[in-house]
């Protein structure tokens, strides 16, 4: 059974608190909250762990297919608002990278809540036209 990443609030206070607490406490800056956001995906996902990620989008359709992730990718790879992972698509066993915001959903609670965490924040925190850096 898959659970869904769907309708993350705009506003969830107990998730604010538990990423300015646990997560991004004593950070400063992109390239420090890069590492803290990396090492609390790498110690919290229970890798490894199936889902449902995006492989195709286009304006009249969207694409999902099963995936087996196995790791988080180099941290060199990742951007505070571009975290990777390495899997393998059920339709092709070549290990590939893939975004960790295009995780439609997964089959572990334990994956859930630290992407919820993860997608919540980037949602909060980061559009398309700017970036705002008034968290702490």
Request: hydrophobic content about 35%.
């Amino acid at each position: 059974m898959n659970i869904e990443f769907t309708n993350i609030p705009q506003k969830d206070e107990k998730a604010d608190t538990f990423i300015n607490d646990e997560i991004l406490v004593d950070t400063y800056g992109e390239e420090e909250q890069l590492s803290a956001w990396y090492s609390y995906l790498e110690d919290a996902l229970p890798f490894p762990f199936g889902g449902m990620v995006l492989t195709e989008n286009t304006k009249s359709s969207s694409r999902y297919n099963q995936v087996k992730l196995e790791g988080m990718a180099s941290v060199q790879r990742c951007g505070l608002y571009q975290m990777w992972a390495m899997g393998r698509l059920s339709i092709d066993k070549t290990l590939v990278h893939f975004f960790l915001a295009d995780l439609k959903s997964v089959d572990k609670m334990e994956a859930y809540q630290p992407l919820y965490y993860w997608k919540y924040w980037v949602q909060q925190y980061y559009t398309d036209d700017e970036v705002v850096w008034d968290q702490p």
